[in-house]
């Protein structure tokens, strides 16, 4: 568990302040972030939406380190990941963090299983207690009967919900999610909003989603717009029977 900052509530899972991040393309300066601030509860879910290149993406991949930050700062349970060592880095996500990608980013030559259990090996697991933590990820979402399946084998939602288990495995503190339903058809997009909704409810996983889809926004908790690197709205969705 990170250690918790003085000036950060227990509450508050995710605070970034006045975060700016720039790109080099050839002779172009690229201002994806501009002053972003924003702070997320432990176990809130929230969509980040917005055009193409409004800085969604660099939003999330700068809050969670995988990628810097020029200036300003960014707290993950009380931790500022960009003061840490790129070891250090890696383990803290390895350890609190799960990701869940369009393209499932999932080893073709690897079972389900094996995709699932591979954080945990990479970051000391035993295999002794990797395989039945991956095997009870996957019942969670419904597969524990494809687990030998290797993702040729498996359909588009079986992939993404391959890709949850492997997010989950590790009992993250947060969930980033980087357009999850982007490579799947409705029915099925919609099977894997509605799973990480109730991993959300059931078990107080704090999930950050990039999304396009408004209709995906709505069964948040909060929308996030954002415009040119900077949020500009913030928009309370409510819980139905809430």
Request: net charge negative; charged share 25%.
């Amino acid at each position: 568990m990170g250690s918790e900052d003085g000036n950060v509530p227990n509450d508050i899972v995710i605070e970034a302040s006045d975060v700016h991040k720039s790109y080099e393309t050839g002779r172009l300066e690229v201002h994806a972030l501009r002053g972003v601030s924003l702070q997320v509860k432990r176990g809130e879910m929230i969509a980040v939406m917005g055009p193409s290149g409004c800085g969604k993406t660099t939003l999330l991949n700068c809050l969670s380190g995988l990628d810097t930050i020029d200036s300003g700062e960014a707290l993950i349970e009380g931790v500022n990941l960009h003061s840490l060592s790129d070891n250090e880095r890696t383990e803290y996500r390895a350890k609190r963090m799960g990701f869940i990608f369009q393209f499932y980013n999932l080893l073709p030559v690897l079972s389900a299983v094996e995709n699932v259990e591979l954080p945990l090996l990479v970051s000391g697991v035993s295999s002794n207690d990797a395989r039945p933590r991956a095997l009870a990820a996957l019942e969670k979402v419904g597969l524990a009967e494809r687990a030998s399946h290797r993702p040729g084998g498996l359909s588009g939602g079986e992939r993404q919900r391959t890709t949850i288990a492997r997010s989950l495995v590790n009992d993250p503190a947060i969930v980033w999610a980087d357009e999850p339903t982007g490579d799947l058809d409705s029915e099925n997009a919609q099977a894997i909003v509605d799973l990480m909704r109730y991993l959300n409810e059931s078990q107080g996983l704090t999930f950050v989603l990039v999304t396009h889809d408004i209709g995906i926004g709505r069964q948040t908790d909060r929308i996030i717009r954002m415009v040119d690197g900077q949020i500009v709205d913030v928009e309370e969705m409510s819980k139905v029977g809430g």
